[in-house]
Nanobody
Framework: QVRLVESGGGSVQAGESLRLSCTVS????????MGWFRQAPGKNREGVAI???????NYADAVKGRFTISRDIGKNTVYLQMNRLKPEDTAMYYC??????????????????WGQGTQVTVSS
């Protein structure tokens, strides 16, 4: 059974950085579309960043230039480096995997497997 485990969340001040990790088992980050999503209280879950099987990345407009998604194939782990954090980045962050050719920030239902999430809280 595929398992995704997020870590690295926490509480920080605006302008600081965090790095989230998503450790994957029973599948590989190189054969999946891997994505980071977030959900703030009272809001829908939204796409933040994705990395496809070739390593191509894409980002939501709200995080472009501040967040970077990457992967370590040897460790079977996907990362989300978050710099210059803002209070509006406060949310539960989830890692997800989609075993298929499509790879995008929308169509959350396409993602087959999800982690339990890690909380990020940014105070002003």
């Amino acid at each position: 059974q595929v398992r995704l485990v997020e870590s690295g969340g926490g509480s920080v001040q605006a302008g600081e950085s965090l790095r989230l990790s998503c450790t994957v088992s029973m599948t590989t980050v190189s054969t999946n579309c891997m994505g980071w999503f977030r959900q703030a209280p009272g809001k829908n879950r939204e796409g933040v960043a994705i990395i496809d099987r070739s390593g191509t990345t894409n980002y939501a407009d709200a995080v472009k230039g501040r967040f970077t998604i990457s992967r370590d194939i040897g460790k079977n782990t996907v990362y989300l480096q978050m710099n210059r954090l803002k209070p509006e980045d406060t949310a539960m962050y989830y890692c997800a995997a989609h075993l298929g050719s499509w790879c995008g920030l929308t169509r959350l239902s396409y993602y087959d497997d999800w982690g339990q999430g890690t909380q990020v809280t940014v105070s002003s």
